[in-house]
């Protein structure tokens, strides 16, 4: 029986072991954290939102630059095949109300629980608190603090660099970089921004969602949630954005985000509004009243305009409408929900093998594609995983015996 080696035990190792070991091959996963699959299950404090219903072609597009690269992967393992899988584990599936679909329990624990049991039963092992770091002059597998081990074949399936404290913290970049493997920076993806409030707005409504709002930058224009933080703003409105915005700033230094915070009125119906006389009520109270705004929303204005009470209505309803709001940095990748960059696609074959060293495969979102939330990260992490354990599997099976 060939030995296969997974390090990284998140759900692209765990879905490559279970290919493999069903095609009846000798399976170790191994992992430096003392647990697997940490960052699954904190998806799942979310509800854990495994892929989205939308139609594959739409699907396929979430992926940008590269959706080519990706199409094979996910049109073999498809959101169909994905919640198959999981009510093959027991655990059904729906699809919410944004065509996002997710585990009827709305968590990863117990669909973790029944994939790690089945994965036992199948014959796979597992050694935590192995911290890999590369390979010997022999071709071992080693590890900072366990004996190297020999492997016919290896998937790497070590993650981003978002939430370190979960186990990927990027540290596996140093030993393919010897290699001479090319990576992308990881950056982080589907995080929040830096926006230098002032003292009185943080203390004031740090820990507010801000809603209903329409956030524009450049040609796209989303509606979304966004949460005002005490460093800045995060949410799904700003993640979908979140890829543009941090190369704005990137390249330019900010990112303007304009935000409609009075979606569905037209900009002249609103400054008819705001003509009504004011009759003695403060200023936020006229707002609630004819603009329909939070106190957050109102707070904004003042951001940017000490006495909004003062201007006319026309440009009262303009800075409502089109509101200025400068991004001056993204989150850390320690905050981010995803990390961009990664193996960049010129370093693997269609199976997801190394070129640069036979045997050798990766997948998840070690790889260089980013995505919005909605499905699209877990999806192409599982897709990825399902590729490259059949590129293995058929590895072994022409590997000289
Ligand atoms: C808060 C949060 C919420 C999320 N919600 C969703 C969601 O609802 N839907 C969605 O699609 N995606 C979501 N994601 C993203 C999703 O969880 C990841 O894209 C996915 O976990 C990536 O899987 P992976 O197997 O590639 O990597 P990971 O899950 O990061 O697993 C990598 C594994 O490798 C191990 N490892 C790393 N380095 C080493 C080493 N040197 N030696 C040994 N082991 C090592 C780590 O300990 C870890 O177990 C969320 C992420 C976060 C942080």
Redesign the pocket.
């Known amino acids: 029986m060939s030995k296969a080696a997974i390090?990284?035990?998140?759900?692209?190792?765990l879905m490559a072991a279970e290919v493999l070991a069903q095609a009846g091959h000798d399976v170790m996963v191994?992992?430096?954290?003392p647990t697997?699959?940490?960052?699954?299950l904190?998806?799942g404090?979310?509800?854990?939102?495994?892929t989205h219903s939308e139609p594959l072609e739409n699907f396929l597009t979430r992926y940008g630059t590269a959706q080519d690269w990706l199409a094979p992967a996910i049109n073999a393992f498809t959101p169909a095949d994905l919640r198959a899988w999981c009510e093959g584990l027991g655990q059904e599936t729906f699809v919410g109300s944004s065509g996002r679909v997710f585990p009827r329990a709305m968590k990863a624990s117990p669909l973790l629980r029944a994939w790690m049991a089945r994965l036992e039963g199948s014959g796979v092992t597992f050694r935590y608190n192995?911290?890999?770091?590369g390979w010997d002059k022999a071709g071992k597998l080693t590890f900072s603090n366990a004996d190297a081990v020999t492997a016919d074949v290896t998937l790497l399936?070590?993650?981003?660099a978002?939430?370190p404290k979960?186990?990927?913290?990027g540290?596996?970049t140093k030993a393919l970089a010897q290699l001479g493997v090319t990576i992308s920076p990881l950056r982080p993806a589907n995080g929040g921004f830096i926006v230098n409030w002032s003292e009185v707005f943080r203390t004031k409504f740090a820990g507010q969602p801000l809603k209903p709002v329409l956030f524009t930058f450049k040609d796209r224009t989303l509606q979304g949630e966004a949460m005002i933080t005490e460093r800045g703003i995060e949410g799904g409105g700003i993640y979908a954005l979140s890829s543009v915005l941090r190369e704005e700033i990137t390249a330019a230094g900010t990112a303007m985000l304009t935000l409609d915070l009075r979606p569905g009125i037209t900009e002249d119906a609103l400054a008819d509004k705001l003509s009504t006389p004011a009759r003695g009520k403060s200023f936020a109270e006229f707002m609630r009243k004819e603009a329909g705004l939070s106190p957050l929303a109102t707070g904004l204005l003042r951001e940017v305009n000490r006495n909004p009470g003062q201007l006319q209505p026309d440009a009262l309803a303009q800075l409502i409408k089109r509101f200025p709001l400068p991004l001056q940095a993204a989150f850390p990748i320690d905050r981010a929900?995803?990390s961009a960059g990664g193996i960049v696609r010129g370093e693997v074959d269609a199976r997801f093998m190394l070129l640069k060293k036979p045997g050798v495969f990766v997948?998840?979102?070690?790889l260089d594609w980013e995505a919005p939330?909605g499905?699209?990260?877990?999806?192409a992490?599982f897709a990825t995983a399902v590729a490259a354990a059949k590129g293995m599997v058929e590895y072994l099976a022409k590997a000289p015996k």
């Open positions: 390090i990284g035990g998140g759900p692209a190792g191994f992992d430096h954290k697997p699959a940490r960052k699954f904190m998806a404090r979310g509800g854990l939102n495994l192995h911290d890999w770091t399936a070590l993650g981003g978002s939430w979960l186990g990927s913290d540290g596996w929900i995803s997948a998840g979102e070690m939330t499905g699209y990260l877990l999806q992490t």
